[in-house]
């Protein structure tokens, strides 16, 4: 006898065709309609919409389809202004207009709530998402792949699902400038005849072009990701970019010789200028190393930043600490209401940096580690210091589970958690919920065009 898997596969096929209704949009900002009771996901169709859709792919509990005409259009469907955003799937929601990406935006992160907590959301304030007014070429940072068509160097990201590179001559969510330095990066290589790497084969040298820039400041700093310690053409290179943009402040080589698709090996070396760029965030002023975390949009991490101020509720006289701490943005923020800040991370560059950071702004009841907050947690509760207020701002993963229950050991007055991925999210919440109570949650846009979520959730200790 089937299943009940096999039974639920075999009610579609695939290649078959059938009207759909969207009904909302997913996690990913695929269009969500429903098919002989099944869960069909549909990239690039928008709820509101009813389309005639195609299977591609069935799992056990739900299938994917692509659209092939749409009947009735959602009303706030756009042209998506860019020409490869369909090839290269950097960004997924360029098709729908900004207003309806924030509310839709909000409703992911509710989606996200239902189905991985048991929480009475209705007893949960969550807030309009706080948008931003130009929703584009906001990226202070790109990381783009290099590869070789013919005798030109191309520069962009792999497509969704594919190994195709794009390529990418100016990205309408990134800066200018990195758009600038990226393109006088591939330049320069194809004119030196540099090698490129090439992912099939692994042969080759250069396999990244990273540029960042410090938005207040305008300085910018190329990172040049290789697959090996030699460079050729070094000093020409470092001449031509020098010299065509004067703005460059930093060149960086970093070493990743490993068959993997993580962007940055462990030895990063200078080839000129200085090792980090500075940016302003108001009157903090922050410096950047090539691998420090530092948020992608400065317009946006301001108002990130007073959210996470705001739900802190500081008075100047608690002990704060800023785990998952990157270069210290965050602790710098909240200083002047902390009476004492600590924070950790598990690169040490980041670490450096927000040393740095803290000594160049006078805070003095500072203390950096590199090491997890789980670990620096309890030894400072064993050496007798327990913070009143935690913020995290963890990676998509969300917190560690060690983390977690560090908190719930701990027992900081408030939580703060600054999320960039609903899912894990929510996961972490319930988790969180035997000792504490949710307050609020704040969504934020930190990447319009794209699916991505950030939020600020306040929790405070239950009595």
């Known amino acids: 006898m089937n299943s009940l898997n096999e039974k639920t596969v075999q009610k579609i096929d695939v290649g078959q065709e059938f009207p759909l209704t969207i009904k909302r949009l997913g996690i990913n900002g695929e269009g969500i309609g429903y098919f002989k009771k099944q869960v069909i996901f549909v990239p690039g169709a928008l709820p509101e919409e009813e389309a005639v859709v195609q299977v591609t792919k069935i799992h056990p509990k739900y299938a994917q389809a692509k659209v092939k005409s749409i009947r009735k259009v959602s009303p706030h469907r756009v042209t998506p202004p860019c020409p490869v955003y369909e090839a290269c799937g950097g960004c997924q929601l360029q098709h729908l207009d900004y207003h309806h990406q924030l509310s839709h935006k909000r409703d992911i992160l509710i989606q996200a709530l239902e189905r991985y907590t048991k929480l009475p959301l209705q007893t949960i304030e969550i807030r309009s998402t706080i948008g931003m007014e130009e929703p584009w070429y906001y990226r202070n940072k790109s990381q783009f792949q290099v590869g070789k068509k013919g005798e030109k160097v191309v520069a962009g990201l ?35 005849k540099i090698p490129v790497y090439n992912e099939r084969t692994k042969k080759g040298i250069v396999r990244t072009i990273v540029t960042r820039v410090g938005v207040e400041t305008g300085e910018v700093q190329i990172v040049l990701v290789t697959a090996s310690d030699e460079l050729p053409q070094k000093e020409k290179l470092i001449r031509a970019l020098e010299n065509k943009m004067p703005e460059v402040k930093s060149i960086m080589q970093n070493i990743n010789s490993a068959a993997t698709s993580i962007i940055f090996g462990e030895k990063t070396v200078l080839l000129s200028g200085k090792e980090t760029i500075e940016d302003k965030l108001e009157q903090y002023t922050v410096h950047l190393s090539a691998r420090a975390f530092f948020q992608l949009n400065p317009v946006q991490t301001k108002k990130l930043y007073d959210q996470i101020k705001e739900a802190a509720d500081l008075t100047g006289k608690e002990k704060l600490v800023d785990a998952y701490c990157g270069s210290g943005t965050i602790g710098l923020w909240l200083s002047n209401g902390a009476s004492e800040i600590r924070g950790m991370d598990v690169i040490k560059e980041s670490i450096h940096d927000a040393k740095i950071n803290a000594a160049h702004h006078h805070i003095k009841n500072f203390q950096y580690e590199v090491g997890s907050a789980e670990k620096w947690m309890l030894k400072w509760r064993e050496e007798g210091f327990r913070p009143d207020v935690v913020v995290v701002d963890p990676p998509r993963s969300g917190c560690d589970s060690a983390l977690l229950d560090t908190i719930l050991t701990v027992l900081p007055k408030r939580f703060i958690y600054a999320s960039c991925n609903p899912s894990t999210l929510a996961k972490d919440l319930m988790q969180l919920s035997s000792k504490y109570r949710i307050e609020y949650i704040q969504p934020l846009d930190m990447f319009p065009q794209t699916a991505h979520v950030e939020s600020v959730t306040k929790l405070v200790l239950k009595e």
């Open 158 to 192: 792999y497509g969704t699902d594919s190994h195709q590179l794009v390529d990418i001559k100016e990205c309408i969510v990134q800066r200018k400038e990195t758009n600038k330095a990226t393109q006088v990066v591939r330049k320069q290589l194809e004119k030196l």
